[in-house]
């Protein structure tokens, strides 16, 4: 997708919450490029805990390339990730920073959840065994503990029927539940959403959108790239709006939604009514 420059003179609407919560993710002036375009301009991002970023904005904007740099599935060519006030390791390899391969930052990696458009759930595997898996393999965890734990975790998103089910007798809304059961099996700090309504019918869409506002509600941190306009201005306490790879408005919901908001954000949400 070909990306327009923006003007110079467009500047950042920004005005983060003076909360005093702690802060869980603090990403400072990371960017990343890929074959001499860049994805992601320097670029801030600050969630403190409990709180619901939703991150909007056209297609090839970078929020994807945004929400990967968080937990580094993709490392960000240059600044700086802390999770919990943990830097997230990383190591020159042929001149580029890479992700260092070592137990450190896979438990710091753990603490961060994901949650993708594409659920990526083992077809062989039970609902109850797919959101077991990470316990037993990562956590170590007893089996029948494992079970138990999966068990509660599908009850939480509404599947206590299903835990026995495998992907393919699931709706597509259902397959996305057991992602989020998945995710929270860790005990994540925080959970990054990307998309994750998007390959879903129409029809299945608002029963994920209910578990992530419930789960919004329990206090599970989110960042939630999404198009769900309507859902971003109930579930967000902030919104952040990216545009050719920049983050040009990043305010409280209440403003974002407001006459104050730059009018490159009004005028997306006019062209995606
Ligand atoms: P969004 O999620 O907002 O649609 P992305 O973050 O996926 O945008 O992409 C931002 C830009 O970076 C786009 O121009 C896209 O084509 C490019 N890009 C993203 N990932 C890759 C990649 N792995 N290789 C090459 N280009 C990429
Ligand atoms: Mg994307």
Known sequence: VAVQALPDDIRPAIELPTSDAPVTIEARNISKQFGGHT?????????????????????????????????????????DIRIDGESLPWRFANGRRVRRGDAAINRTRQRIGMVFQHFGLFKTYTARENVALGLIKLKKMPRAEAFAKAEALLTRVGLSKQVGAFPV???????????????????PVALLFDEPTSALDPETVNEVLNVM???????????????????????????VFMEAGRKLMDLPVARAFSAEAPERFRAFLRHID
């Open 169 to 187: 007798e699931l709706s597509g809304g259902q397959r996305q539940r057991v992602a989020i059961a998945r995710a929270l099996s860790m005990d």
């Open 39 to 79: 994805a992601l301009h320097p670029t801030d991002l600050i969630v403190r805990r409990g709180e619901v970023v939703v991150i909007l904005g056209p297609s090839g904007s970078g929020k994807s390339t945004l929400l990967r740099t968080l937990n580094w599935i993709e490392p960000a060519d240059d600044g």
């Open 213 to 239: 506002t419930t789960i919004a509600h329990e206090g599970v941190t989110m960042v939630v790239v999404t198009h769900e306009v309507g859902f971003a201005r109930r579930i967000a306490d902030r919104v």
